[in-house]
């Protein structure tokens, strides 16, 4: 008798722990109407750029400038041939930012 309390304090007890973890991590929406209007910021752009490398793979080959992202690239790997995408603002073939 005694063990199936504790067995039962036990159940009662993970399951209120289950509980409580599953409502602290319950995703929050945010509500567009309350979020701040985002404004450019260049100079984090810019380090976020030269931090992740961007140019090394989407830099056009054999191009003098290293900032204009036209792709081409061929990246060769066990699955095929890959080609690096055109991250320029180019409205056409571009991502026209």
Avoid at 21 to 29: D, G, K, R, T, W
Wanted: charged share 15%.
């Amino acid at each position: 008798m005694r063990l199936r309390k504790i067995v039962a304090a036990l159940l009662i007890l993970g399951l209120a722990a289950a509980a409580l973890f599953y409502a602290l991590s319950i995703p929050s929406v945010a509500v567009s109407g309350t979020l701040p209007p985002r404004a450019a910021d260049l100079s984090n752009g810019e380090t976020m750029f030269n931090a992740g490398g961007c140019a090394s793979c989407h830099a056009t080959p054999k191009q003098e400038d290293g900032k204009r992202l036209g792709g081409g690239l061929a990246l060769n790997t066990p699955f095929g041939r890959f080609y690096v995408p055109n991250l320029s603002t180019d409205a056409t073939h571009g991502i026209g930012a």
